[in-house]
């Protein structure tokens, strides 16, 4: 890989000093930051081709809309979809996980079983819970093994035998644990029993390849705004028979073919599930985001994602009063770990003095740290511009916040 400095200068927000230090920004499972050309190619829109799309007749519409159906085709040849019309435009992975759950309910039968894993992301978690209670539909967790993380794989043919479930939803990197899941074999083992995939690929999107046909899924949800897209837009995959099938989610404009004061009818997918008026600018600037990372190459992105990860992870585990959450193995570029007699909240702004960004909480995985016995944690999360230097700069700081706080540190 090219050193992380050719790409860093693509990033303005980087060279800044916070607090009158340089900025460390080790929150990138929260939003990453942005390159130049994708804000260039969202000032290049507002300023040249800004427009409503599909339904005008003029230059500025016809060119906005041309745009926004090459972002869609830029965005199904990235992650191997079929065709664009696999590929539906949504605010992010929390609408689009709402979305499956809302429409693919409808077809569901009471009784029938949703199965989700014990680290899910709220967006993957709340959506189905609601479903279930409006459905009269059973719910399932996969359990992880400990605090490291992996999943209990010998207990899903048991649970998919034993049981009538209908759709398995689960995360390809966990936001807190940062362990990889084996997103092909579990889509592999639902096929088997007949039952509907959905990919969270929140936190791998941008971070490595993604290959739908390869994994098998269903559908599968991400988010431009964390793969160095803006916010605002994001993405639902979905197989196009099972596009075709679903009801729309929800409804209004744009997504309707034909109405009358008695009855209407939808669009063909993906249109369908795109009532209102579209993030248009934002699906731009994830095409460019696309273009930039493609440039780059995912796979050297996935490499220097999980060495820097277990980089990372080697130097805080390290420290005695430390607790280290994750895989001590390969793992994504995402660190949680609690403290000894510290309050994250205490340890990240004592790091904010020094100019470095974490985040701290529940990181919307609540049930996941209740079952470790954790009420929050520190997550320090890395992408390509990030260095084995600045983690160890991050760890020098470490250690003077845990000895002003009269903590042990080696």
């Not at 941008?206 to 916010?231: E, N, W, Y």
């Not at 493609?294 to 005695?320: F, V």
Request: contains cysteine; proline residues 5%.
């Amino acid at each position: 890989m090219e050193p992380i400095e050719t790409f860093r200068k693509d990033f303005p927000i980087l060279s800044q000093r916070v607090n009158g230090y340089p900025l460390v920004y080790f929150d990138n499972a929260a939003t990453t930051q942005k390159p130049r050309q994708v804000i260039d190619a969202l000032s290049n829109f507002f300023l040249s081709s800004n427009a409503n799309v599909h339904r005008g007749l003029h230059e500025l519409s016809n060119r906005a809309t041309e745009l926004l159906e090459e972002s869609r085709q830029k965005i199904a040849h990235f992650i191997h979809a079929q065709g664009p019309e696999e590929i539906v435009f949504t605010k992010g992975t929390t609408e689009s996980l709402n979305l499956v759950a809302s429409s693919l309910g409808s077809l569901l039968k009471p009784a029938e079983g949703i199965l989700l894993t014990e680290m899910e992301h709220h967006s993957n978690l709340i959506p189905w819970q609601q479903l279930a209670k409006q459905r009269g539909l059973r719910l399932f967790y996969l359990p992880i093994k400990d605090k490291e993380g992996g999943l209990q794989m010998e207990k899903l043919e048991e649970i998919f035998t034993h049981n009538r479930i209908a759709v398995f939803s689960f995360t390809h990197v966990s936001n807190t644990l940062g362990v990889i899941n084996p997103v092909e074999s579990l889509c592999s083992i639902a096929r088997k029993h007949g039952v509907i995939s959905v990919v969270d690929a929140a936190q791998s999107a941008g971070h490595r390849l993604i290959d739908v046909q390869k994994i098998g899924c269903d559908f599968l949800a991400f988010s431009g705004h964390k793969m160095c897209g803006p916010t605002g837009i994001g993405v639902l995959y979905g197989k196009k028979e099972w596009l075709e099938k679903i009801p729309p989610y929800q409804f209004g404009g744009n997504m309707v073919l034909e109405a009358d004061f008695s009855d209407s009818r939808w669009k063909d997918p993906p249109h369908k599930f795109e009532a209102g008026t579209l993030p248009i600018a934002e699906a731009i600037g994830l095409k460019a985001a696309i273009d930039y990372l493609c440039q780059i190459g995912l796979d050297k992105i996935a490499l220097h994602d999980e060495q820097i990860g277990s980089y990372a992870y080697s130097k805080i585990s390290s420290l005695p009063c430390i607790i280290p959450l994750g895989p001590k193995g390969r793992r994504a570029g995402i660190v949680s770990f609690s403290i000894k007699g510290l309050h994250p909240h205490d340890f990240i702004s004592f790091c904010d003095r020094y100019g470095i960004a974490l985040r701290g909480g529940h990181h919307c995985n609540k049930p996941l740290l209740s079952k470790l016995g954790i009420d929050s944690t520190v997550r320090a999360s890395f992408y390509f511009y990030n260095t084995q230097n600045e983690v160890d700069q991050f760890m020098e700081i470490a250690e003077k916040c845990l000895r002003f706080f009269k903590l042990p540190c080696n």
